[in-house]
């Protein structure tokens, strides 16, 4: 299983980036997927997460009203789409998956995800 992000960037403060997490080698046709990000000295956060076979999706309070995650489901593809980015929303950015999330606890939980990308940098001046 792989998962490549790719997206980030540098953008001035109220600017918009839509991150991309391709998925390929699962063999889940709809695995729960979770965008997270870290920024130095701090703890992995969820920002946020769906499952579109349970119809559950979560967003962190800093995240709600200003991004969205979505899929493609024909290209295997999650987003992260981001509005209004403010400095504090600089950070490394990880989408992750796993094969099933029951209910929006388990999505907030980094440690259970299976499948992790290599990162995509957002920085937001």
């Known amino acids: 299983v792989q998962l490549v992000e790719s997206g980030g960037g540098s953008v001035q403060a109220g600017g918009s980036l839509r991150l991309s997490c391709s998925v390929s080698?699962?063999?889940?046709?709809?695995?729960?997927m979770g965008w997270f990000r870290q920024a130095p000295g701090k703890e992995r956060e969820t920002v946020a997460a769906k499952y579109t076979a349970l119809g559950i999706s979560y967003y962190a309070d800093s995240a709600k009203g200003r991004f969205t995650i979505s899929q493609d489901n024909a290209k295997s593809t999650v987003y992260l789409q981001m509005t209004s980015l403010k400095p504090e929303d600089t950070a490394m950015y990880y989408c992750?998956?796993?094969?099933?999330?029951?209910?929006?606890?388990?999505?907030?939980?980094?440690?259970?995800?299976?499948?992790w990308g290599q990162g995509t940098q957002v920085t937001v001046s």
């Open positions: 992750a998956a796993r094969a099933y999330c029951p209910d929006t606890a388990t999505m907030t939980r980094p440690g259970l995800y299976e499948y």
């Open positions: 080698g699962y063999i889940i046709s709809d695995p729960c």
